[in-house]
């Protein structure tokens, strides 16, 4: 008997049985605490250590990385951007017409459609510098912009043929840029590493060695291609601080591609801490988490840089890697509304998308005809190894496991070594009864995706 | 910031040499979290469509201007319509704004009457958009995430919260524990810092119960009483038999506590105490039942339901005590720590309990 205020405590074997009793329940519901945290902050792969690859060593050197200026933010000002244009138009009018404020106004507005996304000012620019080109043809500085227009219209032939238009009269590493960037994106490599080489010779810049380092990552060049963003960082200058962030984000989104989540990590980290929030930077920390397992945490990753930056892209990511955290229908909820965003978009004349449209379908498993009718149409525009890729899924989910294996093939010819071209090839393999070969694809997807946390696997379930 | 992420643009737009990048989408983002009768948002929306709603030119939308400006966008965006749980209005409390490069960022709470399971809102400014903008909504609630699109074609929000879709045993019998308050996540708030939990009032009464003392035969009593009291008013609030309105039963619960503490420092009423906490088992039910209105019971075993909640606040209250009983009893074996157990701490409680008696009236008033 346990008394209290009488104080009768006969019994101290039972006080003591109390007490431990007391102890082990509050532990046991700790425990439970403990153990519910874990199921909710991470996946048993988040266990596992960084690890590098073994093969060539791409691992950054932290001295490079490192930015070496004083971090001080760019003071542009939207509305002096403003303040010029209605300065130009005004000058437009009064003083006749000018091929030069044409496009110098061209480019004014090009710079605000790229920072707001406004159809409206892609439209004005390509006008302006139309009207510039209807004064002089060339030489004129017109040429350029409106191969830039065109290349974020991604329409990328028509930008090169405007380049090369320029080259005729006048080389310049500009417009070897332009070449370069639009034969990157419709997966001409050869053409493209000519144009990154050309234009590096005659301007060794950061943006150049860049340029030349994704040509080279394309290619499976990989050493080349670290050694190539290295040099980029060595000779960048004073004053670009969002141009250092942006080199840092896609030399991050490299390392993790190539399986270096220890290289990425340092990178990725350094352009945040050089832009913080910088939304490249903060997608390929997400996918970094979810290759690593965190699946909820690179959800929330992916859904930060959306915000900051309304890039469609992110919100597919977002969805994926919210499918891995085991939220399928939360998932194809949000696939569903990215879908009516990039038809909207489509509908209203917009710029591309017609990948993420192939990709959300393929993703959710639904209209697999229709996707497969926008990537084969893509494939013949620019059969790059996205566009190869996004094919092959479509029709591995249609069955086709041979017209599939034959768009996967082709993308591994370029030299690419992506994760989940291999895992997409072990399948194929798989099915068709290529034990042997499907476990070789398995190794090479494994070495380049050494977290194996299952997202690769995504939306690549035959019919 | 603002600055620098037009650097970003602009960097994009001069560079010849970046590979092609996507443009940035005519979209906005709500992000809707459903707490039980609280609806936390977050509304996005690039400084173009901001400055458009203000009727001012964007370039003058810096972090001053929307400081103070930040009622009028909210009432020009998301508080032009009333927000609807069921039949009720929402109450919106505070909103906070800030500026992140080209993005408008919107955070706001709504306090619904009771736990929200439909949420309806009209998003009239979707109409005064460009005819491109859309509102893509994600909304959190108990029932998993569910994203909807918002435009001008259809410029309403429904949002439905509910259980789980798997919910089972288990997750009743937790509901009970951390609705007493005997988990310790339930003592921390969102950033980690300590809080009081929800339960903190059951916690006082337990505890009162517990310092009013007696023997085994008596405790059993009490115990057994409180427990057939609050599971008969538990099972008649959840089947929808009798569910007395919160004005009544919050003071109520408060005034046990209190009467509790009064007996604890008396001790003169030892042989009703047995009735005395069936009486106030009766009423703490019904709070208990308000956790369980939190599920959708229309697609769960409701005996389940029953037994498992039931079951959790069992555990959750033998806690309580086996954490607290060891302390008082060694608190009596020494003449100043058992004043502190005899005399203040029932003192402490019935303060607590005729504050929380006067601050739910006039809370419910």
Redesign the interface.
């Known amino acids: 008997m346990v008394m209290f205020k009488e104080v009768e405590i006969r019994s101290w074997s039972r006080l003591l049985a109390c007490a431990a009793g007391g102890f082990f329940l509050g532990a046991l519901i700790v425990g439970v605490v403990l153990l519910r945290g874990r199921t909710v902050g991470g996946n048993a792969p988040a266990a596992r250590a960084l690890t590098t690859l073994a093969g060539p060593d791409l691992s950054p050197d932290p001295a490079v990385v490192h930015y070496k200026f004083a971090i001080t933010q760019a003071a542009t000002d939207r509305a002096d951007m403003a303040s010029t244009i209605a300065a130009l138009e005004a000058r437009i009018k009064q003083f006749g017409k000018s091929p030069y404020d044409y496009n110098e106004v061209a480019e004014q507005y090009l710079r605000r459609a790229q920072e707001d996304g406004d159809k409206a000012d892609y439209d004005a620019a390509e006008k302006a510098a139309t009207a510039s080109l209807a004064i002089i043809r060339n030489p004129n500085a017109g040429l350029l912009t409106l191969a830039k227009v065109l290349s974020a219209r991604h329409d990328f032939r028509e930008a090169i043929a405007l380049a090369n238009e320029q080259l005729a009269q006048k080389k310049s590493a500009g417009a070897y840029g332009i070449i370069a960037t639009a034969e990157l994106a419709l997966g001409e490599l050869p053409q493209a590493m000519d144009a990154a080489n050309t234009a590096l010779v005659m301007k060794p810049d950061t943006g150049n060695y860049m340029m030349r380092a994704l040509v080279l990552e394309a290619q499976g060049r990989d050493a080349e291609a670290a050694f190539d963003f290295a040099r980029a960082a060595a000779v960048e200058s004073y004053g670009d601080a969002p141009g250092s962030a942006h080199l840092r984000a896609l030399w991050g989104r490299f390392l993790l591609r190539r399986g270096d989540y220890a290289g990425a990590q340092l990178v990725l980290a350094e352009a945040l801490r050089i832009v913080p929030e910088f939304p490249l930077a903060t997608a390929q920390e997400a996918e970094l988490a979810l290759r690593m397992g965190h699946a909820k945490e690179a959800a929330a990753e992916f859904e930060t840089a959306f915000v900051a930056s309304r890039q469609v892209r992110y919100l597919i990511d977002q969805a994926r890697a919210q499918e891995l955290a085991g939220d399928k229908p939360g998932a194809d909820s949000l696939r569903d509304q990215v879908e009516t965003i990039v038809r909207g978009e489509l509908d209203e004349g917009g710029l591309g998308h017609r990948l993420d449209l192939v990709e959300v379908l393929v993703d959710r498993n639904a209209k697999i005809s229709e996707a497969i009718a926008l990537a084969q149409d893509e494939v013949t525009r620019r059969p790059s190894v996205m566009s190869r890729f996004q094919l092959a899924r479509a029709l591995a989910r249609s069955g086709d496991t041979g017209a599939a294996m034959t768009q996967v093939q082709a993308a591994l010819a370029t030299g690419a070594h992506e994760a989940e071209l291999y895992e997409l090839a072990a399948r194929l393999e798989r099915q068709k009864g290529g034990g042997p070969r499907a476990a070789m694809y398995e190794r090479e997807a494994d070495r380049y995706d050494p977290g194996r946390s299952g997202w690769r696997a995504l939306g690549m379930d035959g019919k | 910031?603002r600055?620098?992420?037009?650097?970003?643009?602009?960097?994009?737009?001069?560079?010849?040499?970046?590979?092609?990048?996507?443009?940035?989408?005519?979209?906005g983002?709500l992000?809707i979290d459903l707490d039980g009768s609280a609806a936390r948002i977050k509304l996005?929306i690039?400084v173009?469509l901001a400055a458009l709603l203000l009727g001012t030119d964007?370039?003058?939308m810096d972090d001053a201007t929307l400081r103070a400006r930040t009622a009028e966008l909210a009432t020009a965006t998301y508080r032009a319509a009333a927000v609807t749980s069921g039949e009720a209005a929402c109450t919106w409390t505070t909103t906070v704004a800030e500026l992140?490069?080209?993005?408008v960022?919107l955070a706001d709470r709504a306090e619904c009457p009771s736990a929200i399971r439909t949420l309806h809102w009209a998003v009239p400014f979707a109409a005064r958009a460009p005819s491109?903008f859309?509102l893509?909504v994600?909304a959190h609630g108990a029932g998993?995430?569910?994203?909807?699109?918002v435009d001008r074609d259809k410029p309403t929000i429904e949002v439905t919260g509910g259980a789980p879709?798997s919910v089972g045993f288990g997750d009743f019998v937790w509901t009970g524990?951390s609705h007493i308050g005997?988990?310790?996540?339930e003592w921390r708030d969102a950033d980690g810092g300590l809080k009081l939990p929800d339960g903190i009032d059951h916690i006082m009464f337990v505890l009162a119960l517990?310092?009013?003392?007696?023997?085994?035969r008596q405790l059993a009593g009490i115990t057994t009483g409180f427990t057939i009291g609050h599971s008969i008013t538990l099972a008649l609030s959840t089947l929808d038999v009798v569910r007395p309105p919160a004005i009544i039963i919050e003071p109520l619960i408060a005034l046990s506590i209190a009467v509790v503490a009064a007996e604890a420092l008396s001790?003169k009423l030892p042989k009703y105490r047995w009735k005395v906490a069936t009486f106030f088992g009766l009423i703490h039910g019904f709070g208990f039942a308000r956790a369980l209105q939190d599920f959708d019971l229309s697609k769960v075993n409701t005996v389940e339901a029953l037994f498992g909640y039931n079951l959790g606040v069992e555990?959750g209250q033998?806690?309580i005590?086996?954490?607290f009983?060891?302390l008082?009893?060694l608190a009596?074996?020494n003449p100043r720590t058992?004043f502190v157990?005899?005399k203040i701490a029932p003192a402490l409680i019935l303060v607590c309990g005729l504050y929380w008696f006067v601050q739910r009236i006039l809370v419910h008033a």
Request: glycine share 8%; hydrophobic share 50%; charged share 15%.
């Open positions: 910031m600055a620098l992420v037009a650097a970003i643009a602009l960097l994009v737009a001069l560079g010849t040499t970046h590979p092609a990048a996507a443009h940035p989408m005519d979209v983002y992000r996005d690039d173009k964007e370039h003058t992140h490069g080209r993005t960022s491109t859309k893509l994600k998993g995430e569910q994203a909807s699109i879709a524990v005997a988990v310790p996540s517990l310092l009013a003392g007696g023997s085994i001790g555990l033998l806690t005590i086996l954490l009983a060891p008082v009893l009596h074996r058992r157990v005899v």
